[in-house]
């Protein structure tokens, strides 16, 4: 253990403002550098009096990474992992058969016990003095599990409440950067190469300043733009189909102008309504501060992200009931919810009175860890660009 740095206890310091700000400027620039997601983890990492930890994205269906950023393990120790590949197999089926929703993270020793009977404990975990484990799932669809971890080593005793609180603090703003640096298929954004950049990604992005002008619109954006669907320009300023989403959407533009740490955790994006009635969503990465963000563009506020999925309706949710646990109830309902059908309509279809599909539906919302049925249809509908593994990804960082 010699190679690992720890903090001193009597060094511990609590969660500022300030450093809470800091911390969460870090994570979203990692949407624009993803080479300090890192820098990122080590940073959540000491907030949570953690000596190490990983973000990992794997393909569900391939059982491979498609993404992975480590900090501060021992690259001997990571190259053992592979011996104990049945063992974190059924620790990623444990994760999946976790009932909480996205953005609540939880520990090994609560939620995980039987871990610590495994091979992988005995011979991996044990030996480096770990006796915890802080997760956190970040990103969870029909193909893919992405997992944010990180190991509490003994000295520091067992992961606590106020640990747990800080992590789900930091939830929204992780998934958020996540999902975005997805659609950017992990691109990283130069102010000299901004137009070739953006242009080169098949999601539409706008650069905006104060109340939604529009500064820079990337070549998908603008054929958007100019169908004015599902986004379009009203003299210059950014706006949508309707009175109401355009209301939402540059709210959410105003809260990432004013205060990032505030931009609201509850929804992942702002569900847009297309002419077409093809599922699109914006996601908004704030841009008003951050060393590199506001370099990218003068007077930039912030970079809006739209994307829209042209695929028809799946026809299996066998996938997505298992990843996210529904019952055979709640999965007749999502079929219905996944066809257009009204609260009413579902009832009506599946013989329940409304008082009872809405019990159901609100089940599958807090298992899918969405708010509103548009939100639903997004997360399972939209298509996403995979996400390729570094090079360095087994890199140690100090």
């Known amino acids: 253990m010699e190679q690992q740095q720890f903090r001193n206890d009597a060094a511990r310091q609590p969660l500022t403002c300030e450093c809470l700000s800091d911390l969460i400027g870090l994570i979203y620039d990692c949407t624009l550098d993803p080479t300090l997601w890192p820098q990122a983890i080590r940073a959540v990492g000491d907030v949570t009096n953690c000596f190490a930890g990983m973000l990992v994205v794997t393909d569900l269906d391939?059982?491979?990474?498609?993404?992975?950023?480590?900090?501060?393990?021992?690259?001997?120790?990571?190259?053992?992992?592979?011996?104990?590949?049945?063992?974190?197999?059924?620790?990623?089926?444990?994760?999946?058969?976790?009932?909480?929703?996205?953005?609540?993270?939880g520990t090994a020793s609560r939620e995980m016990p039987e871990a610590f009977e495994t091979?992988?404990?005995?011979?991996?975990?044990?030996?480096?003095?770990?006796?915890?484990?802080?997760?956190?799932?970040?990103?969870?669809?029909?193909?893919?599990?992405g997992t944010l971890s990180f190991s509490r080593h003994e000295r520091h005793g067992l992961v606590t409440e106020g640990d747990l609180a800080v992590l789900r603090?930091?939830?929204?703003?992780?998934?958020?950067?996540?999902?975005?640096?997805?659609?950017?298929?992990?691109?990283?954004?130069?102010?000299?190469?901004?137009?070739?950049?953006?242009?080169s990604v098949t999601v539409g992005v706008v650069i905006v300043a104060k109340e939604g002008r529009i500064l820079h619109a990337n070549e998908t954006a603008r054929r958007m733009i100019d169908a004015r669907?599902?986004?379009?320009?009203?003299?210059?300023?950014?706006?949508?189909?309707?009175?109401?989403?355009?209301?939402?959407?540059?709210?959410?533009?105003?809260?990432?102008?004013?205060?990032?740490?505030r931009v609201p955790a509850a929804a992942m994006g702002v569900p847009l309504e297309d002419t077409d009635h093809q599922v699109a969503v914006a996601h908004i990465l704030p841009l008003a501060s951050g060393h590199r963000r506001t370099r990218l563009v003068s007077q930039a506020t912030a970079a809006v992200f739209i994307t829209r999925d042209t695929a028809a309706p799946p026809t299996d949710l066998g996938t997505v009931t298992r990843l996210f646990g529904l019952t055979p109830t709640e999965t007749r309902q999502l079929e219905q919810l996944m066809a257009g059908a009204t609260l009413s309509e579902a009832a009506a279809a599946l013989r329940v009175s409304e008082a009872t599909a809405r019990h159901h539906r609100e089940h599958i919302f807090a298992k899918m860890g969405v708010s509103r049925q548009a939100d639903l249809v997004s997360l399972v509908r939209r298509l996403v660009p995979p996400i390729r593994l570094p090079k360095d990804n087994g890199r140690r960082q100090a």
């Open 62 to 105: 391939r059982s491979e990474a498609r993404l992975a950023h480590i900090w501060n393990y021992d690259p001997a120790w990571l190259a053992r992992l592979p011996e104990y590949a049945d063992d974190l197999a059924q620790i990623e089926k444990k994760i999946l058969s976790l009932r909480h929703g996205l953005g609540e993270p």
């Open 169 to 199: 603090l930091l939830a929204p703003h992780i998934r958020r950067t996540l999902a975005i640096s997805d659609l950017m298929d992990m691109k990283s954004l130069e102010q000299q190469t901004l137009g070739a950049t953006l242009d």
């Open 229 to 261: 669907s599902p986004i379009l320009s009203s003299g210059g300023y950014l706006a949508a189909t309707t009175s109401q989403i355009s209301e939402e959407l540059l709210s959410a533009i105003a809260i990432a102008q004013a205060d990032e740490t």
């Open 119 to 145: 091979r992988y404990f005995n011979e991996w975990v044990k030996p480096q003095g770990i006796i915890d484990a802080l997760t956190l799932v970040v990103m969870r669809q029909a193909d893919r599990l």
